[in-house]
């Protein structure tokens, strides 16, 4: 009997984009269970409060086994061992992505040693998408629904934001 791998997938998720979706169900494909550690981020103030950005999260992956969310304001490295858990996913788009996860990779690895980063890569017509690219088609009242999964648009452009 195979042991039931577990990893975290960590973000602000504000909001949660078809990129995002796209990682998760390629870390679902490895991993039996994925929670998205849900960063509270204040110093990066958010446009969605957290309690919003669960619900979204929530509604996106409905139906989506082996998938939790959870706020956390804490070092992931930290999160991670709240939760027993050894892996953690991240998301590359382009150079700057892995620069700077690598570096973050490594200091989380500085601080728990049985911690791992699993990088993983969208799809190509995921690659541009960003939380911060919807957030500014928010601002400026564009059409963002081809970025997000569609049960969440309505929700999104509900939000509660901050």
Partial sequence: ???????????TF???TNGHMDILKRALK?????ILGVATSTAKKPM??????????????????GVSAK???????DFAKEENVYSIIR?????????YELQMSYANHSLDKNIDTIFLMPALENAFVSSSI?????????DFSHLVPHEVIDLIKEGNIE
């Avoid at 490895?30 to 994925?34: A, L, P």
């Fill in 30 to 34: 490895v991993y039996d269970e994925v």
């Fill in 134 to 142: 919807v957030r500014e088609l928010i601002h400026f009242k564009g």
């Fill in 71 to 77: 706020a956390f304001d804490s070092l992931v490295v």
């Fill in 1 to 11: 009997m195979g042991s039931h791998k577990k990893a975290i997938y960590s973000g």
């Fill in 48 to 65: 969605f409060n957290i309690k919003s950005r669960l619900n979204i999260i929530q509604e996106a992956t409905k139906g989506i086994e």
């Fill in 14 to 16: 504000d909001p949660i």
């Fill in 91 to 99: 998301g590359l788009r382009t150079t700057t992505d892995f620069e």
